[in-house]
């Protein structure tokens, strides 16, 4: 941008903005000295154009020798829980002990599992002591009922599964994505437990219901 500036009462330039600038400098352009450039309404003071005014000088402030001495020793708790990476020990400690118990029911619910299927196999094919008594379609539907409970309760016996591996990988590598991935499997055991408590719960409303309303037809026909 060229700039054209008022000197002696004669209109002078065009001259660069550094050039202005320098000539400001020197003292050879004062702030109240008239300048232009295309663009601008009219003739204006140097100290009114804010592109031509010095850039603010940044003082750099002594401390103060009044403050109190600061220290970077952390209290010991803080620094052991910081020492152990993105997630705190004590998380991993507790998380550690639950472990075992995860563990121990998801190994309960694969042994459950397993009867299940045995229980629908001997169902189906055997045909010794009280099994003899019950028709084929009795033994069939039994057999699948065992079979139907053994593929509900597998996905919550898989999450618990999960569940104790992610823990298990946190104690090999503690970050706070081991710990997502823990946290994430919890979720699905706990998700699909209430979705099939509520389920449960609205089946045994309706046979509720329905039992009290053949109670109820029952009554009125034997009164007929």
């Given amino acids: ?7 002696n009462g004669q209109s002078q330039g065009p001259v660069t903005e550094a050039q202005l600038k320098a000539m400001l400098t020197s003292d050879t352009l004062r702030p109240s000295d008239l300048v232009w450039h295309e663009g601008m309404a009219g003739w204006t003071a140097i100290q009114a154009v804010p592109e031509l005014q010095p850039a603010p000088v940044l ?10 001495p600061q220290t970077n020793v952390k209290p010991p708790r803080q620094a052991e829980m910081q020492s152990a990476g993105p997630v705190s020990a004590e998380a991993v400690e507790l998380l550690r002990k639950t472990k075992p118990w995860v563990r121990f ?7 459950g599992i397993l009867l299940m299927a045995l229980g629908a196999a001997a169902m189906f094919l055997l ?24 593929c509900l309760y597998g996905p919550p016996i898989l999450f618990l599964h999960r569940y104790a591996s992610r823990i298990r990988n946190l104690m ?3 970050s706070s994505q081991n710990l997502e991935h823990a946290l994430r499997a919890q979720k699905s055991f706990w998700k699909y437990i209430g979705i ?5 719960m609205c089946i045994y409303i309706l046979v509720m219901i329905g039992v009290l309303i053949t109670s109820l037809v029952m009554g009125l026909g034997n009164r007929l």
Avoid: K
Avoid at 196 to 200: L, R, Y
């Fill in 1 to 7: 941008m060229l700039w054209h500036y008022v000197q």
């Fill in 196 to 200: 099939f408590t509520a389920i449960t």
């Fill in 105 to 111: 029911f998801s190994v309960l619910g694969i042994f």
């Fill in 172 to 174: 090999d590598e503690n």
């Fill in 127 to 150: 045909n010794i002591g009280p099994l003899r008594t019950l028709p084929l379609a009795a033994r069939i539907g039994m057999s699948a009922l065992y079979i139907v409970l053994a």
């Fill in 59 to 68: 003082i750099a402030l002594e401390p103060n020798p009044y403050v109190a």
